[in-house]
């Protein structure tokens, strides 16, 4: 299993400002293809690199090789994720970027993890710079390194370098926890667990009266504040699923499965158009959660399944009747046939688990999961 560790360099004047120029050449390099891939509406890697190799070669000498070609890579990605989103008929512009974080290779950089110190190619010759590791990622030093991005911000360079951690070896559980994503909870689990601050929401709804409010008077200031304040949100959103996922993980038995709803295509499917409800779902982080959950479920052995997401909220986790007026309101859920009454939201868990051990039943009888089908939940 793949982990990104952030490095902080510590460079001289010098090397900062070879750093810095090679960063700015690989940008220019980016963009050019970019440029080059959107007029043509061409996304294949290697039409482009014949397309664009030998010219920049021309024109950024120093820049080596491989970090040309790297370039070219992370601009073939970006290209087919846009024309992808183009054919969707969404609006977009051609990628570009102000300051493309560099990427290397086991060719371009190398890392020394007794001295604490990396290896990496600039337009001024190869460089040592020293770094630190912060606590968190202690566990992680020594493994194998793939590839790194060297990123500048604030004022400082960074090294984000990607090892290769084994994965673990757990025997396999039979528990299986069901989680409800949702909008006004963040997640609910079939275990009872209630994820989530109510803080949270009334941040939410403070940042965005303030952007409203940036927004109408258009000053250079405000427009300053705006690009302040989304980044501000971004961070604090992700601080949020961290959180959540993190709680989720640490109170799964180790080899146990863990049933999601698969919410793909959830905001074309929605009927709100307008108003706060279609803002809530427009905000709503339920794809970056999962990916939290998954990659943290590695470590401790756990899997991590996706089921269909129909009628998680509307049928009865005792009886298995299903109808819309079950659900009598938001946090309320009521069966119309056996009268089972339940919070709506740990009722979809139980669901959302239910559904994954019946097909796990139909698909091997014999399994370890299938003999746990038989024991609904009580209310």
């Given at each position: 299993m793949d982990r990104t560790i952030r490095l902080l360099l510590t460079a001289t004047p010098e090397q900062l400002q070879a750093l810095n120029q090679t960063a700015v050449q690989f940008t220019d390099c980016f963009n050019h293809v970019c440029e080059v891939g959107w007029y043509r509406q061409e996304k294949n890697?290697?039409?482009?690199?014949?397309?664009?190799?030998?010219r920049l070669r021309e024109q950024h000498p120093k820049l080596v090789a491989d970090l040309h070609i790297q370039a070219r890579v992370k601009a073939t990605e970006a290209l087919t994720s846009a024309l992808t989103l183009k054919r969707k008929g969404k609006q977009v512009r051609h990628p570009c970027s102000k300051l493309c974080a560099v990427r290397y290779n086991s060719r371009t950089f190398r890392v020394n993890w007794k001295t604490a110190t990396a290896n990496l190619s600039t337009i001024a010759g190869r460089i040592e710079l020293p770094f630190s590791v912060p606590q968190y990622a202690q566990k992680y030093v020594g493994y194998p390194t793939a590839t790194a991005d060297l990123i500048y911000r604030n004022g400082r360079m960074w090294l984000h370098i990607g090892v290769d951690v084994p994965a673990p070896t757990v025997a396999p559980s039979p528990q299986v926890i069901?989680?409800?994503?949702?909008?006004?909870?963040?997640?609910?689990t079939s275990d009872a667990q209630f994820l989530g601050e109510r803080r949270w929401k009334n941040l939410e709804t403070k940042t965005f009266r303030l952007k409203r409010a940036l927004q109408s008077k258009g000053t250079k200031s405000a427009k300053r504040h705006l690009r302040q304040l989304k980044g501000k949100q971004l961070r604090r959103r992700r601080d949020h699923d961290h959180v959540i996922s993190k709680r989720i993980v640490q109170s799964t038995p180790v080899g146990a499965t863990i049933a999601l709803e698969n919410l793909k295509n959830i905001r074309g499917r929605a009927k709100q158009r307008k108003g706060k409800q279609q803002r809530r779902l427009h905000a709503w982080s339920f794809h970056q959660l999962a990916g939290f959950i998954e990659y943290k479920t590695h470590e401790r052995g756990i899997r991590v399944v996706y089921i269909d997401p129909r009628n998680t909220s509307k049928a009865c986790s005792c009886?298995?009747?299903t109808h819309r007026s079950n659900r009598k309101s938001q946090s309320v859920f009521r069966c119309k046939s056996c009268g089972f009454e339940l919070n709506a939201d740990l009722n979809g868990a139980r669901n959302v688990r239910l559904k994954f051990l019946a097909s796990v039943g139909k698909s091997d009888a014999s399994g370890s999961l299938s003999s746990d089908l038989s024991s609904q939940p009580s209310g």
């Open positions: 890697g290697v039409e482009l690199h014949h397309a664009t190799y030998k069901g989680v409800d994503l949702g909008i006004n909870r963040p997640a609910v009886c298995g009747h």
